[in-house]
């Protein structure tokens, strides 16, 4: 039996204005998902001002040329429809899912949106103080707390060194000319790639679409590339929470690019060290010394770099403890790499679950659209799993020795400074870190 997944027939081309065009029959189900991507995420926020691809993608829905918020509203669920729009570093999404006779009235949606959102003032400023809203709360969760630290220290001054939602006093600051100004800057045919995927008739669907979004124009500049991510100095940076009777802990370095070789030999990997239930890190911090009741390891890679990080929690009294045996098991999986049980348990994992994120029309068309964001071509989907089994424990063994946190990287901890400088200050300098300087 072959290891090869199928994806359906795909058809691409570039429209005259520079729209890219991803068509995929997919028969069976007689629904469409349509996906409007723009490369213009997180990282294109201009200093001051994090979180403003992110409130540009909240608020554009609310008002176009042609509709109102409400309007827009009506006639997506006058369609049995659900309208997502979001963003994160590298982009900002729009995306519809209904029956395949609505397309026509899925793709004029989308392109209203996306192209000819006026940005009502009153909407704006009602979406702009949810947000920062919402934030505040964040002070509340020190597990969120913990993961903004983690971003903050790894990419530092990158473009991915601040929350995709942003910071609330940016957010606050963010006028409805800085909105304008961005989504006029970036948005355009350009920059864009439009997914389309369902039980429809690629032709017609080629039709539609050029006339539904070949007459976009925009003067929007093409999207830059970044620079690589720098490594930071090793250090360990602690939130106080004075009243916590727990700590979150991080532990987190610097990593390779979404379209990196190394991608799938990262995949094992983690899943053998820190991935799932029956990892080594859960064994090592939950079975074996009742740590913590979880703990979890995960590459997360956008498309200029990555990081890999180990994250965690315990009792403020076992925080150095639990930091020690990250490290420790780090360092063993460096030096010895997985068993060749442990591959093979975790091959067969990876493999056989992974055709489940292939099963409806929405998840295949997050998966072209990301293929499209990255770079990185269908083969990585449909040699996923001859992918997977071509991982040695070798390359794993050598993926872990360049990004696995040891010496290098740096530590989070957030809890209650007092009880939490001195144990940890064996793992590299201190510094204190507001909660409020994260949100």
């Known amino acids: 039996m072959s290891d090869r997944i199928a994806l359906p027939p795909v058809r691409e081309e570039r429209l005259e204005n520079g729209l890219e065009l991803v068509l995929a029959r997919r028969e069976g189900v007689p629904l469409c998902a349509v996906r409007l991507l723009v490369r213009a995420g997180s990282a294109l926020d201009p200093d001051g001002r994090h979180g403003l691809a992110h409130l540009v993608s909240q608020s554009a829905r609310r008002g176009t040329a042609r509709r109102s918020g409400r309007e827009v509203d009506e006639e997506v669920e006058g369609l049995g429809a659900e309208l997502g729009a979001g963003a994160d570093e590298d982009a900002s999404y729009v995306g519809l899912s209904a029956p395949s006779e609505f397309l026509p009235q899925l793709l004029d949606v989308v392109a209203d949106v996306a192209a000819n959102p006026v940005f009502p003032a009153a909407e ?30 790894v990419f530092g001054d990158h473009p991915y060194g601040h929350p995709v939602d942003g910071r609330a006093r940016h957010l606050s600051a963010c006028s409805r000319a800085d909105v304008t100004g961005f989504h006029r800057r970036w948005f355009g045919p350009g920059n864009a790639t439009l997914v389309i995927v369902g039980d429809l008739d690629l032709e017609a669907a080629r039709a539609l679409a050029r006339r539904k979004l070949g007459r976009w124009r925009s003067a929007a500049a093409p999207a830059p590339e970044l620079p690589p991510v720098a490594e930071p100095a090793r250090e360990v940076l602690l939130v106080d929470r004075p009243d916590a009777s727990q700590t979150q802990v991080r532990v987190a370095v610097p990593a390779f ?38 703990v979890r390891s995960r590459f997360a890679a956008s498309r200029a770099g990555g990081f890999f990080y180990v994250s965690s929690f315990t009792r403020n009294e076992t925080a150095a403890e639990l930091v020690d045996v990250l490290l420790s098991e780090s360092a063993r999986f460096r030096e010895g790499g997985p068993s060749e049980e442990e591959l093979l348990r975790t091959q067969n994992y990876l493999c056989g679950l992974y055709p489940l994120a292939l099963e409806t029309h929405d998840q295949v068309a997050d998966k072209l659209a990301e293929i499209k964001l990255y770079g990185v071509g269908e083969e990585e989907v449909t040699g996923y799993r001859e992918r997977v089994r071509a991982v040695t424990a070798a390359d794993c063994q050598a993926v872990a020795r360049r990004h696995f946190p040891v010496e290098r990287g740096v530590i989070v901890a957030v809890g209650p400074a007092k009880l939490l400088r001195k144990p940890l200050a064996r793992f590299g300098p201190v510094r204190l870190l507001p909660a409020k300087s994260l949100v």
């Not at 400023?125 to 220290?153: K, N, T, Y």
């Not at 379209?259 to 799938?264: C, I, K, L, N, V």
């Open 124 to 153: 704006l400023s009602r979406i702009r103080r949810r947000e920062v809203a919402g934030l505040a709360h964040l002070l509340d969760e020190p597990g969120a707390v913990a993961d903004r630290a983690a971003v903050a220290a």
């Open 257 to 294: 690019p979404r379209a990196s070789p190394e991608y799938f030999p990262a995949v094992v990997a983690n899943a053998v060290f820190g991935g799932g239930f029956t990892s080594r890190l859960m064994e090592a911090v939950r079975v074996n010394r009742g740590l913590s009741y979880g």
